[in-house]
């Protein structure tokens, strides 16, 4: 499934945050939105995900505008892992990720054998398995992050999207994260902090600045020390990385 914004503007207190925004995501690619702090990635990733409705401008899922699609379908297409998830109910590990299959079932459907096995299989594939019974409140930040995303594969969408989703993982997990994320074989659009991460894992990004997309193509065509200092006022310079031969960025002070 595609996902496109056409000319997306959102309003928040009478202030425009997001300005005709134009992105799109092509089935099975791995997008990355990219910005500084307050650029509007959240607030556009908001639109897509519906917690936010735009002013103006259209957003597709393939050719069909959002607003045709019911709710419930739109859950069966497109999952989400969110920045600040306060989810501190008393439910276990196992018993949120199984939260994933709801938009699969009617209101009273029992959870059926093959739930729980997409339930495990979700579970293993971000190493938490071994914490299925723990209560979701007494994780880190880190586990916790690993656990929605596990709800979020349980949905079994074609599109993922995913708003800075390493931020609270030490490295090895901030890498694992991106690597599951990476060989799941499906749309991914995600909000990521971190440059570098885009010539590693992008297929094409979006580079957000005060609301509007500055630039968007592949990481290496369009990442280059002119576009980094005109969106993040900071001097850079990019060397073949001699060890992963990927462009890096180094930041001069
Ligand atoms: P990013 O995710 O790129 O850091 P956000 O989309 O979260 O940026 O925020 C963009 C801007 O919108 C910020 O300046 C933020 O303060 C502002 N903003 C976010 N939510 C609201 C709101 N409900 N009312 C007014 N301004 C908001
Ligand atoms: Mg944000």
Not at 118 to 126: A, F, M, P, Q, S
């Amino acid at each position: 499934m595609d996902i496109t914004t056409k000319g997306v503007s959102i309003k928040l207190s009478g202030k425009e945050i997001v300005h005709e925004a134009s992105i799109r995501v092509r089935g099975g690619q791995m997008v990355g939105l990219f910005g500084p702090n307050g650029s509007g990635k959240s607030t556009l990733l908001k639109s897509i995900y519906r917690v936010l409705k735009p002013q103006a401008g259209e957003i597709l899922f393939d050719d069909i505008p959002l607003e045709q699609i019911p709710r419930q379908e739109t859950a069966k297409k497109l999952a989400v892992v969110t920045q600040f998830t306060t989810l501190n109910f008393e439910f276990k590990v196992s018993e949120i990720v199984l939260m994933g299959r709801s938009p699969h079932k009617k209101l009273l459907d029992k959870d059926t054998p093959e739930d729980f096995r997409i339930v495990r299989e979700c579970l293993e594939k971000v190493n938490m398995l071994g914490l299925s019974d723990r209560k979701f409140s007494t994780l880190s930040g880190g586990e916790k992050q690993r656990v929605l995303l596990a709800r979020a594969l349980a949905q079994e969408t074609s599109v993922l999207v995913l708003d800075e989703p390493t931020n609270h993982l030490d490295i090895k997990y901030q890498l694992q994260t991106m690597e599951i994320i990476r060989n799941l074989n499906k749309g991914v659009l995600l909000a990521l902090h971190d440059l570098n991460m885009a010539f590693r894992y992008c297929d094409y990004v979006f580079i957000m600045k005060d609301g509007r997309v500055e630039a968007h193509g592949k990481p290496e065509d369009i990442i280059d020390e002119a576009l980094i200092r005109n969106v993040y006022e900071v001097e850079s310079r990019i060397y073949e990385n001699p060890v992963t031969h990927l462009p890096s960025i180094a930041f001069l002070p």
